[in-house]
């Protein structure tokens, strides 16, 4: 990362870091490794380009711990979140999440706004199987390259916050579910979270901004009561 050293706070991974004092770099990470996942907090738009060997997804196995992963998706391709994790055979309450987006595995299916895992980024991954399991990112075809990243908000992105929580809701007018509603979640008057529409049965999956452990110009609203709006969806065409 020294070739965007200028622009780069914090790189940290699950269980260290390295910090920028503006000379030299110091802290506990020593190497990164594909497969893992890393948090960098950027002062500004950069673009870093890594020069090696290709690794090759399908050949180089990813470890799946117990409860929370730090996980790279190190495929150069885009794909579905049922095909990344097909080698895995994921368990009933194995959730997904981005910076965005999340899905959870239920009856033999990923549900949630996380539909398209995204070559380069990282995820966290929660493993309700007690003890280890391995797999590999598989190798697809250009059909599912070509598959266009779904985003719910256009506009909406979660980048001033290192942390996130998740909200499941069903909006209800008496004891009907309302289909056709948009959620937001703000603190104070701060949007930290978004959903267009119901992912299923009227369920909102909604990823929300949290607190930051390094504070920023854009992270000032730590510890501020969350409220949510809904609206009536807006129609298109």
């Known amino acids: 990362v020294n ?12 269980l260290g870091y390295i910090q920028h004092t503006g000379t030299q770099w110091g802290g506990t990470l020593s190497t990164m490794e594909p ?10 738009n950069v673009t870093l380009s890594v020069v090696g060997s290709a690794v090759k997804a399908n050949t180089t196995p990813i470890d799946i711990n117990y409860q929370w992963n730090w996980i790279g998706f ?3 391709i885009h794909m579905n979140v049922t095909e990344a994790f097909a080698d895995l055979n994921p368990a009933d309450g194995d959730i997904v999440k981005g910076q965005n987006s999340f899905a959870y595995y239920d009856q033999n299916e990923w549900i949630g706004t996380l539909n398209t895992m995204t070559a380069g980024m990282g995820y966290y991954y ?9 797999f590999c990112y598989p190798t697809v075809t250009s059909a599912s390259a070509s598959k266009k990243v779904r985003r719910n908000v256009e506009d909406f992105h979660n980048n001033s916050y290192e942390g996130n929580m998740n909200m499941i809701a069903v909006v209800m007018d008496g004891d009907q579910i309302v289909e056709d509603a948009e959620i937001s979640v703000f603190a104070n008057t701060e949007l930290r979270g978004y959903s267009a529409n119901a992912v299923k049965d009227g369920i909102h999956f909604l990823t929300i901004g949290g ?11 730590a510890n501020s009561a969350i409220t ?10």
Do not use: C, H, W
């Open 126 to 134: 929660f493993s309700n199987y007690n003890g280890k399991k391995t």
């Open 228 to 237: 949510a709006k809904i609206y009536p969806a807006v129609p298109t065409g």
């Open 74 to 76: 190190n495929s150069s």
């Open 3 to 14: 070739d965007v050293a200028d622009n780069i706070s914090i790189v940290k991974s699950r």
């Open 211 to 221: 607190k930051n452990s390094v504070v920023t110009e854009n992270a000032t609203a």
């Open 35 to 44: 497969g893992k996942m890393y948090k960098i907090q950027a002062n500004d």
